[in-house]
Every structure is written in structure tokens, then in C-alpha cells.
């Protein structure tokens, strides 16, 4: 049977179409088959019943037979005319799902608007004495697919999980392809871990049971790891130079 079972699934509408020629061949042979069986009896022999009557049957029979191939063949067309809206409308689902990821990665701020709330976000932390966070998502292509489309699916859908789990004062920047910065005003060293930890899980759950993307975290707060702006924003350009992303080799956080 393992013979039998090995099937390419490039070949599987083929096979389909061979199974139905199949089974209507074998309908067509048996009833054909039993249509000449009866012919005899109706048309020569004597019967109990009377001869108009048998043949009523006889001919009743014969139409039913061409109905029921009738209605297979019907059925079958139908079936492919709604698989093939069902393929046509899962390729649609994928071809807005992609647009929509695409949108959004394009909608977020870049690196030079992140030098811009850095450094307003630092002044105002500094004139109140509240700390600053920043933390550093770099995701990766887990390897499973090699197609871009997908890879940027899922980092579209990585990005808007990471927006859900923001608080009204945070802001997210793509530094680049997929790596994102995340500032958080007023928050220390401990908050920002739990927020990062979060941020993980929605990047985890983003990323689906087939594990699409493989992610880093980085925290640095100021300040207890930064004691300005600058290194601040130094922390995030080390993490462009050292690579990372999807695209770009390098370790995670």
C-alpha cells in the first residue's frame, strides 16, 4: 500500500480527475452490464408481468442511470467551480493581508524621527527626574519560509501585536527592516522588562505555531545603563551596525 500512498501533490488535481473518470466508467460498465442483462427478459422471454409494464421498468432504469451520471458529473463541476473561488479567494486574503502589512511597516516613523522624540522625551525626563526607556526588538526570519512575502507578513503582523501592547505616551519606530525601537517615558529599569516581556509574548504569538520569526530584546534605561541622549541613541545605532534583522546576519539581544 505504501506504493499506492506515495502521491506528488503536484499531481493530486490529475489524480482527482482520474478517480472520477474511474468511478463513472464503472458506473457507466455496471449499469450498461445490467441494462443488458434485463434486455432479454423484457424484450424476449415471457414474465409474470405484463410486457408494457416491464418495459416501462426497463426504460425507467436506463434513465435513471443516465441521471445519476448526469448529476455526478454536475456535482463534480461544481465542486471545482467552488474550490477554485475558494483558492481564488484565499489569494486574495494573503494578496490584502501582505498590502496591509506593507502599509503598516510603511506608516511607522524611522530612525531620524527617533532622534527627534529622543531627544524631546530625554529633556523632558530629565526636567521632571523621571527615567526613559528604550527597548530594542530585532526579529528574524525563523528559516521555516524563504518567501518575502511571508517574511513580510510576518513582520507586519509582529509590528501591529507590538502596537496593541504600547501605553499611550510609548512610540515605536522601525530603525529598520525588522528591527524596532520602542520608547517608554517615565519608566525604570523594572517596568520596562515586564513591558519588554509582554512585547515578547505579542511577538510570540504573532509569530504563530510555525514559529515564522525568532526575536531579540534589549532594555536600556536611563539612568541607570544611559546617562544621556546620546547614549541612548548610540545603544540603538550599535544595534543597526551589528546587524540583525531580517536580511541582515547578527545575534540577538
Request: glycine share 8%; hydrophobic share 45%.
Given at each position: 500500500m505504501k506504493v499506492f500512498d506515495q502521491i506528488d501533490p503536484q499531481t493530486l488535481d490529475r489524480r482527482e480527475w482520474e478517480l472520477w473518470f474511474l468511478t463513472l466508467g464503472m458506473i457507466l460498465v455496471l449499469a450498461t452490464?445490467?441494462?443488458?442483462?434485463?434486455?432479454?427478459?423484457?424484450?424476449?422471454?415471457?414474465?409474470?408481468?405484463?410486457?408494457?409494464?416491464?418495459r416501462m421498468i426497463f426504460f425507467?432504469?436506463?434513465?435513471?442511470?443516465?441521471?445519476?451520471?448526469?448529476?455526478?458529473?454536475?456535482?463534480?463541476?461544481?465542486?471545482?467551480?467552488?474550490?477554485?473561488?475558494?483558492?481564488?479567494?484565499?489569494?486574495?486574503?494573503?494578496?490584502?493581508?501582505?498590502?496591509?502589512?506593507?502599509?503598516?511597516?510603511?506608516?511607522l516613523p524611522r530612525f531620524s524621527r527617533f532622534q527627534d522624540r529622543l531627544a524631546m522625551d530625554f529633556h523632558r525626563a530629565l526636567n521632571s527626574q523621571q527615567p526613559l526607556s528604550l527597548v530594542i526588538a530585532r526579529l528574524t526570519s525563523s528559516g521555516n519560509s524563504t518567501d518575502e512575502t511571508e517574511v513580510d507578513t510576518a513582520l507586519g503582523d509582529a509590528a501591529n501585536a507590538l502596537l496593541r501592547r504600547l501605553r499611550a505616551d510609548d512610540s515605536i519606530y522601525q530603525f529598520?527592516?525588522?528591527i524596532f525601537g520602542i520608547l517608554l517615558p517615565g519608566t525604570g529599569?523594572?517596568?520596562?522588562?515586564?513591558?519588554?516581556?509582554?512585547?515578547?509574548?505579542?511577538?510570540?504569538?504573532?509569530?504563530?505555531?510555525?514559529?515564522?520569526?525568532?526575536?531579540?530584546?534589549?532594555?536600556?534605561?536611563?539612568?541607570?545603563q544611559a546617562e544621556s541622549a546620546r547614549e541612548l541613541e548610540e545603544a540603538a545605532r550599535v544595534c543597526l551596525e551589528e546587524g540583525g534583522g531580517v536580511g541582515g546576519e547578527g545575534r540577538a539581544a
Amino acid at each position: 500500500m505504501k506504493v499506492f500512498d506515495q502521491i506528488d501533490p503536484q499531481t493530486l488535481d490529475r489524480r482527482e480527475w482520474e478517480l472520477w473518470f474511474l468511478t463513472l466508467g464503472m458506473i457507466l460498465v455496471l449499469a450498461t452490464g445490467v441494462a443488458l442483462l434485463m434486455y432479454p427478459m423484457v424484450f424476449s422471454r415471457p414474465v409474470p408481468f405484463s410486457l408494457p409494464a416491464m418495459r416501462m421498468i426497463f426504460f425507467g432504469y436506463c434513465v435513471l442511470t443516465g441521471f445519476l451520471v448526469v448529476y455526478l458529473v454536475n456535482r463534480q463541476s461544481l465542486i471545482r467551480q467552488l474550490r477554485r473561488q475558494v483558492i481564488e479567494e484565499l489569494n486574495r486574503n494573503v494578496f490584502l493581508r501582505h498590502k496591509a502589512s506593507a502599509d503598516l511597516l510603511g506608516s511607522l516613523p524611522r530612525f531620524s524621527r527617533f532622534q527627534d522624540r529622543l531627544a524631546m522625551d530625554f529633556h523632558r525626563a530629565l526636567n521632571s527626574q523621571q527615567p526613559l526607556s528604550l527597548v530594542i526588538a530585532r526579529l528574524t526570519s525563523s528559516g521555516n519560509s524563504t518567501d518575502e512575502t511571508e517574511v513580510d507578513t510576518a513582520l507586519g503582523d509582529a509590528a501591529n501585536a507590538l502596537l496593541r501592547r504600547l501605553r499611550a505616551d510609548d512610540s515605536i519606530y522601525q530603525f529598520r527592516r525588522g528591527i524596532f525601537g520602542i520608547l517608554l517615558p517615565g519608566t525604570g529599569t523594572a517596568e520596562a522588562q515586564q513591558i519588554s516581556n509582554r512585547l515578547g509574548e505579542a511577538i510570540t504569538d504573532a509569530s504563530g505555531a510555525t514559529n515564522r520569526l525568532t526575536f531579540g530584546l534589549q532594555v536600556v534605561n536611563y539612568p541607570e545603563q544611559a546617562e544621556s541622549a546620546r547614549e541612548l541613541e548610540e545603544a540603538a545605532r550599535v544595534c543597526l551596525e551589528e546587524g540583525g534583522g531580517v536580511g541582515g546576519e547578527g545575534r540577538a539581544a
